[in-house]
């Protein structure tokens, strides 16, 4: 990170999306700086007052203040351009150029997973977290749950997280170092202490009003493969998480709640309008992201002890001629067989280790 990293993003008349665009247009802040006015006119497309500030260098001063505070602080500063930079968080199209961090940015790196929700949560909603994070956690050692320190779930599946012992990551709505909620300061110590981390596209001399909330959630949505509603009613932040989220074109996950309930409302209806794939446990998360053809132990041992075949499940499974997946329309023309039938042994088949189903209700042949 450079010193003209933080004065691109402290430019007036440049905002989120302008600085991202200037940087896919020159490739980095020096490169920008260095630009000439018909440069950046023809090049970056930009109006004369955003050229005029970018060569008087109108966000210099502030950057150097910027920086200072930092160091004072011990604030890490991210810039996209750094190697260390989220990969997956690069992929957004509004994607903060400068991240502000305090912890082990490392985590960052994932694999990630975003869970949110209400903060009038239900018992329910705190024993669905518990139940996955845990399974998750025994499956996936190197899981980073993201979220965002609010009251509710997200406070829950942070200090789930922790008492499983992987680590987690908060992404706030206020610049560093405090935190808010204030109630959750102990908490967020705690998230550093063990390994993870805290942070913002904040600068120091943002002032919360109130609108930062909404931009916050698309960071959390970004930085992970998925996301998945634990509890919502029909509007609010989670819910436009989960927005976000499908617009970064990751996976939408929900899980399901008792129809006439509040809290229920928000995940059930993105699962009956196909927006989220339902989840009722760790293997439908980790099927969902394909994070199983990287679990090269649970292969291993299907490899090893693989379970025999009935004469009909061998029949179906000789339909995958190649490593290409077939749907279950494709799978019933070439078996011939009808759909209670198919349907049963497709379920005998998974739980042998012999395919996986994929998004799209489409299956695919495992090696055994």
Known sequence: MQIEDLALVFTPQLGVKGVAHLLECFGSASRIFSATESEL????????????????????????NEMAYCERHGIQILASTDPSYPRLLREANDYPHILYGVGDLSALQGPCLSMVGTREY?????????????????????LV????????IDSICHRLALECGIRTVAVIANPLPEVTPTQHSHLARE????????????PSSAKQKGNFYVPRNRIIAALSEGTILIESPASGGSLLTAQYADGYNRVVMATPGRVGDRTAIGPNTLIRNRKAQMVLSAEDVIRELMWDLHLEGVRERKKEEPIPLTGDEAGLLGCFRSDDPLTVGELQELSSLDMGTLTALLISLELAGAIRQLPGNRYEKLRR
């Open 41 to 64: 006119r023809e090049v970056g497309s930009l109006r004369e007052e955003a050229i005029r500030n970018l060569i008087e260098r109108n966000g210099l001063r502030a950057a150097r």
């Open 122 to 142: 239900t018992p329910y909603g705190e024993r669905v977290c518990g139940y996955l994070i845990r399974e998750l956690a025994e499956r996936i050692p190197d």
């Open 145 to 152: 749950i993201v979220s965002g320190l609010a009251f509710g």
């Open 191 to 202: 998230i550093v202490e063990r390994g993870g981390a805290i942070v913002t596209e904040l």
